[in-house]
């Protein structure tokens, strides 16, 4: 795609807008369903809206309102204060936490992410009650290893969470792979190309998150992977566009879906595709509840062994000699570089926990004015 091209694909997405909506709002019913046209004009708007800023939303995704709701509904009904977490003691039921990934519940003030992104060793913990889902395949796998299943509560309220959230799991999951086709297509490639490239390793996970009103919520941060698609029920998330210093609500219609870039993403393209930092602010004291799902993030770990690493190879010209499509407009030729998946992704997390540890170090140590 030219300049120009993307140019012309962002007016077009911005033309459909009313002025409530702060991020592009792309309806991708046309990638959903061979019998739809005007599948290149919803590529080039994906394409636009990942050179520009990296975060939009999607609708024409085809999830029912149903499924949405009650995903949103039992995570809340399960992570809110005095919420079935909190009386069942979810915690204490649990395994305890793999040095893989995380528990699946992780309580409110556990996480840091102002701590481990550079903020200081006196930022604020997050009042986010969190639940994370593996992909539900896994669980009856004997091949997986057994820290990376799920372990839901054997209660009334995780069995209601537990359906609610694998229906949802299954959706989104299929949306994600809809929108990686398109962004294959965004860079002149067949719609399998990312998920090919990234295989095994296409699954993603999704985390329930639970805001508490009243408290600290989630510090600015960019997420690591590829994608991450949100679905909110309440306002407060935020996002800084490129190039500028102040921070705006990410207003979508209800329904959406709300997609921002990861870093394996912007640094694969070079910065062409932007990673988008994102908050979590101004909590109403109803609470808020997002189910955020991170593509490609089901790091498929084997029983016997490790992950296979995947090389991600630098895209080629075109056959007509052409830079990779869409990037042309930001970087040119050279907005190419070979990475590796998961490594990128493990080992961002283990610097990410190692500096978190550091911070924690560094909090726990009295001053020298202190008793």
């Not at 520009?52 to 204060?81: C, N, P, T, W, Y």
């Not at 306002?235 to 959406?256: D, M, N, T, V, Y």
Request: proline share 6%.
């Amino acid at each position: 795609m030219s300049a120009a091209a993307a140019q012309s694909a962002t007016h077009a997405t911005h033309a459909a807008l009313t002025h409530e909506w702060s991020v592009p709002v792309i309806d991708i019913a046309a990638l959903t369903s061979e019998r739809h046209a005007g599948r290149a004009e919803v590529v080039a708007a994906l394409s636009a809206a990942v050179l520009s800023d990296g975060i939009f939303a999607v609708v024409g995704h085809g999830i029912q309102e149903d499924v949405m709701q009650r995903a949103l509904a039992a995570s809340k009904a399960a992570l809110q204060i005095r919420g079935s977490a909190d009386t069942e003691g979810w915690a204490e039921l649990q395994p305890p936490p793999q040095a893989l990934g995380p528990a699946n519940f992780v309580p409110a003030y556990a996480e840091n992410l102002g701590r481990y992104n550079g903020q200081g060793a006196n930022a604020a913990p997050e009042s986010v009650q969190k639940f994370t889902v593996y992909p539900p395949s896994w669980d009856s796998d004997p091949l997986v290893r057994k820290s990376r299943r799920n372990s839901w509560p054997d209660t009334a309220a995780g069995a209601a969470l537990r359906g609610a959230l694998e229906t949802y799991f299954g959706e989104v999951q299929r949306v994600s792979e809809v929108l990686h086709g398109g962004l294959s297509e965004a860079v002149g490639r067949p719609r399998q190309f990312i998920s090919d490239m990234l295989n095994p390793h296409t699954e993603g996970l999704l985390r329930s998150n639970c805001y508490l009103p009243g408290h600290p919520h989630m510090a600015a941060h960019k997420d690591l992977g590829t994608t991450t698609l949100l679905l909110v029920d309440a306002p407060g998330l935020e996002f800084q566009p490129h190039s500028r210093e102040e921070w705006i609500a990410a207003a979508a219609p209800k329904g959406a879906l709300i997609v921002n870039i990861g870093e394996f993403f912007e640094i694969w393209t070079r910065g062409a595709w932007r990673a988008t930092p994102h908050r979590v602010t101004g909590v109403s004291d109803q609470g808020r509840c997002s189910l955020a799902f991170f593509s490609n993030q089901g790091i498929y770990y084997p029983e016997d062994g490790s992950p296979v690493n995947r090389t991600i190879q630098p895209l080629a010209a075109s056959d007509d000699g052409e830079a990779w499509s869409g990037l042309e407009c930001s970087l040119g030729r050279e907005a190419r570089q070979s990475i590796e998946w998961p490594a990128f992704f493990q080992e961002a997390v283990a610097r990410i926990r190692s500096k978190g540890a550091a911070e924690e170090s560094s909090a726990a140590r009295p001053n020298a004015a202190g008793a």
